[in-house]
C-alpha cells in the first residue's frame, strides 16, 4: 500500500497502538522536534509508558552531539519513551540499548527493501547501500524515572534530491533506492515491532544477539577516527564486540569504545 503525498491522514494511529507496544500516540501534524516534545511530557509526568510521540512533519529535528536532522516532507520521525528499568533494562544496559536501536531500524529496513545492503554504522546509523538512511538520538528522562527517549529518524518518501547539498551524497531514502513510495504506517510498525524484539532479546540476554550486530557492522576493516569526549584513537576497525564496544586495532594496542562518534572513515 502507498500513502497520499501531504496527506492529513498520513498514518493510521489506531493499527500503530493494536500492532506495535506502543499504548499511547500523540500525534502532530508539524513539531520541531519530537525527542524535545517527548522528553517535556516526561518533564511534566505526563508520558505513560510506552508513549510514541509521532509527526507528519518534523522541522527541527536534533542528531547526536551538535548535529541536526534533515527530515524532508515524507520522512518518518518518531520518539518512543520507553520505561527501560520495568522493560527489563538496568542502566548499564542502556549502551547496548543504542545500539540495538540502530540494529532494530537495520533489520526492519532490511526486511522493506529486500536484497539490498544494510549495515549499521556503529553506534547506531543505519545505512543503506553505503549512504545514512536512519539515525537514532536517545535521550535519558528525568532522573531516576528509569525512563529513556528512543527518537528515531527515517527517510522514507523524502527523495534526497530535495536535500540540502551537503547531504546528497551521503545520505539516502526508501523512494530514492525502490523508486516507490511507501507507507509510513508500515515503516513505523516494522520498526516498532524490532524494536520490541530487539529490546526483549537484549533484556532476556540472548547470547546469539551480539552475531547479528557484529554481521551487520558497516566498519569492519575500514581504518577510522573514533573521538570519546577528549579521547580520540585511530585504527583499523576489527568490528563490534560481544559486549557492543567498537574496537580498534591502534598503534598502541587494541582500543574498545562504549560511546563516542565515529570522526572519520579512510
Ligand atoms: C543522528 O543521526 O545524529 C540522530 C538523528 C535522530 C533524529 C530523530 S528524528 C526523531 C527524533 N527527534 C529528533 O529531534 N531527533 C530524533
Redesign the pocket.
Known amino acids: 500500500m502507498s500513502e497520499t503525498p501531504h496527506s492529513q491522514a498520513a498514518f493510521d494511529l489506531d493499527r500503530i497502538v493494536r500492532e506495535t507496544f506502543a499504548t499511547d500516540v500523540v500525534f502532530h501534524e508539524e513539531i520541531e522536534?519530537?525527542?524535545?516534545a517527548a522528553l517535556e511530557l516526561c518533564q511534566a509526568d505526563r508520558a505513560p509508558n510506552s508513549l510514541l510521540v509521532l509527526t507528519a512533519q518534523?522541522t527541527a529535528?536534533?542528531?547526536?552531539?551538535a548535529?541536526v536532522?534533515w527530515?524532508g516532507e515524507g520522512s518518518l520521525?518518531?520518539?518512543l519513551v520507553l520505561n527501560a528499568l520495568e522493560f527489563g533494562l538496568p542502566q548499564a544496559s542502556w549502551p547496548q540499548a543504542s545500539l540495538i536501536t540502530g540494529l532494530s531500524v537495520c533489520v526492519a529496513v532490511e526486511s522493506l527493501v529486500d536484497q539490498e545492503a544494510v549495515a549499521l554504522k556503529w553506534p547506531n546509523?543505519v545505512h543503506l547501500q553505503g549512504r545514512?538512511i536512519g539515525?537514532?538520538?536517545i535521550e535519558v528522562g528525568p532522573r531516576s524515572s528509569g525512563r529513556l527517549v528512543i527518537?528515531?529518524?527515517v527517510n522514507v518518501n523524502n527523495s534526497l534530491t530535495e536535500a540540502p547539498m551537503e547531504l546528497r551524497e551521503r545520505a539516502t531514502s526508501l523512494i530514492d533506492v525502490t523508486g516507490q513510495m511507501s507507507d509510513r504506517t508500515d515503516v513505523l510498525v516494522t520498526i516498532l515491532q524490532q524494536l520490541e524484539h530487539q529490546l526483549s532479546r537484549l533484556a532476556h540476554g540472548d547470547p546469539a544477539l551480539p552475531s547479528d550486530w557484529q554481521k551487520r557492522c558497516a566498519l569492519h576493516g575500514r581504518v577510522v577516527e573514533v573521538t570519546s569526549g577528549i579521547e580520540r584513537k585511530h585504527g583499523l576497525c576489527q568490528g563490534i564486540d560481544e559486549e557492543g564496544a567498537l574496537v580498534l586495532s591502534t598503534a598502541e594496542g587494541p582500543v574498545r569504545f562504549f560511546g563516542g562518534s565515529v570522526t572519520r572513515i579512510e
Open positions: 522536534s519530537t525527542n524535545t518534523q529535528g536534533r542528531g547526536r552531539g548535529n536532522w527530515a520521525a518518531f520518539s546509523d545514512k539515525g537514532v538520538l527518537g528515531i529518524g
